[in-house]
């Protein structure tokens, strides 16, 4: 037997992406300010430290890590942001244009410093290379949406001008 899913309008997706963009900010928010117990937390489980008898655990992570842990936090706000531009365009039916295309070159450029950054994190946390590649495919992908859709606006552009 075949699943059927549901049929949603262009408009309720759009509008669901929307909401769920938006939401992503307070998750942003959140990860920021909590960061440091997550690790903790994270470091802890993974690795079965006793953090309650290391107190200086997170002294000792490099302060190049977090740093890279923190610009890979910066990058997801530019993305986030850019897909609620691009959803904003979207809705007021203005795909084909320069400033669309901008901003899915934003989002894939973000996609691939998020492999950067999950890359550089991979020596002290395996799982992050995994992450780093599907960052990077999805950065290429988007790409590749971004190359189509330069391509339809030129075309479009073409069009206006010959009528």
């Not at 949603?8 to 900010?25: D, G, H």
């Not at 809705?91 to 400033?99: K, N």
């Not at 960052?135 to 971004?146: D, E, H, N, T």
Request: aromatic content about 14%.
């Amino acid at each position: 037997m075949r699943a059927v899913l549901p049929r949603v309008s262009r408009r309720a997706s759009t509008t669901i992406s929307y909401v769920l963009s938006i939401a992503v900010f307070p998750i942003l928010i959140l990860l920021t300010v909590f960061l440091p117990r997550i690790l903790r937390l994270y470091v802890q489980v993974v690795y079965s430290w006793n953090t309650a008898s290391d107190p200086n655990l997170l002294a000792r992570i490099p302060v190049i890590l977090w740093i890279v842990i923190y610009a890979g936090i910066a990058i997801a706000y530019l993305a986030d942001g850019a897909m609620l531009v691009l959803l904003h365009r979207v809705r007021r039916e203005l795909i084909f244009t320069a400033a669309s295309v901008a901003c899915l070159r934003v989002l894939s450029w973000c996609c691939i410093g998020e492999a950067a950054c999950f890359f550089l994190v991979g020596y002290y946390f395996r799982f992050s290379f995994a992450v780093a590649f599907a960052a990077f495919f999805i950065g290429i992908a988007l790409r590749v949406v971004k190359n189509v859709i330069e391509e339809a606006t030129a075309i479009k552009a073409e069009n206006d001008f010959t009528v």
